[in-house]
């Protein structure tokens, strides 16, 4: 994702190369004014394809498409705020459940709370692995000797981890750090720690109908296509620049859509998992009293970057 200062308009379209959608759109959009220009010298110098469009016709078309890149548009950032709402409550319950651990551990007990410290943080860095291309396991803290070997083996791991940071809470139970009362509380806060994994897994494994995707795609592929007979009588080879224009309007609406309605890639505009999972590892380790090697912790913060 692109970290950016909204209110700073130069330095962030100083940072537009630095989204692959922008590179990808403005190529479209020159193919657009190849085209375009081919089409206009015919007409022009050479009277052929001088195919008449009905202007009104020609504006009613564009309204119903504007309306359907609205609802795509919206139906494609509502996947995105979905999944960063998410991400933000999975940050409030890691936070949440070091906290009522910390209170409960004793101050001279480091065994557990390194553990703890641990293997919370490990689990939205692995969500973060299993929603996109695979658990990286050499960025996981090996809270003891062989867990990382054992998590290899496993096929779905935030629910191994969740697993095991349930087996961690029963053995403060039967060693009285914690009493039932304070694991019923501890419980409400570890759940979501799974329903924020399923949520996200919903998100990824439902995407936009492909026939309604194919559907908008082709309407713009027309739209575009024709515009230029809609033009050259009143614009002559102004028509160029108008058309491509348009194409990067109703272009880059859509790419926008398909980019953003999986939050959980490494696209520029994605949600940025990774520093994320690192700023959750940081207050984790701050809130159990528990160090931090300072190039860990200096990833939680990013500057005005692009971070996955």
């Known amino acids: 994702m692109i970290v950016y200062k909204s209110s700073d308009w130069w330095e962030a379209l100083r940072h537009l190369r630095s989204s692959g959608i922008i ?7 020159l193919w657009v004014g190849l085209y375009a220009t081919v089409v206009t010298a015919l007409v022009t110098n050479f009277d052929r394809l001088n195919i008449a469009v009905d202007k009104e016709f020609f504006s009613f078309l564009g309204i119903l498409l504007s309306l359907l890149l609205a609802f ?8 995105f705020y979905e999944g960063r709402r998410l991400w933000g409550q999975l940050v409030n319950s890691c936070r949440n459940l070091a906290g009522l651990l910390h209170a409960r551990l004793p101050a001279t007990d480091a065994t557990h709370r390194i553990y703890l410290a641990g293997l919370l943080s490990n689990f939205p860095i692995a969500l973060d692995g299993h929603l996109r291309k695979g ?24 629910s191994r981890l969740a697993a095991q940071l349930q087996e961690f809470y029963e053995r403060l139970l039967r060693e009285e750090l914690i009493l039932p009362t304070h694991l019923i509380t501890i419980q409400r806060h570890h759940e979501a720690l799974l329903d924020v994994a399923g949520a996200c897994e919903r998100i990824k494994a439902t995407p936009i109908p492909f ?29 160029v620049p108008i058309t491509m224009f348009g ?26 998992l990774t520093q994320m999972s690192n700023r959750i590892r940081a207050n984790v380790h701050e809130i159990l009293g528990v160090d931090l090697h300072e190039d860990i912790r200096a990833l939680a913060d990013a500057p005005y970057s692009v971070v996955f």
């Open 135 to 158: 658990v990286r396991f050499d960025k996981l803290a090996e809270v003891e000797p062989g867990f990382i070997a054992q998590l290899q083996q496993v096929g779905h791991v935030p």
């Open 72 to 79: 795509r548009t919206n139906t494609a950032y509502d996947r």
């Open 247 to 272: 194409a990067y309007a109703l272009l880059g609406v859509e790419m926008i859509g398909d980019e953003i309605e999986d939050p959980f890639g490494k696209d520029s505009n994605d949600l940025p």
């Open 23 to 29: 590179r990808l759109l403005l190529q479209r959009v």
């Open 211 to 239: 026939s309604y995707s194919y559907f908008i795609k082709g309407f713009i592929s027309v739209f575009v296509l024709t515009m230029p007979f809609n033009l050259l009588d009143t614009y002559q080879w102004l028509t």
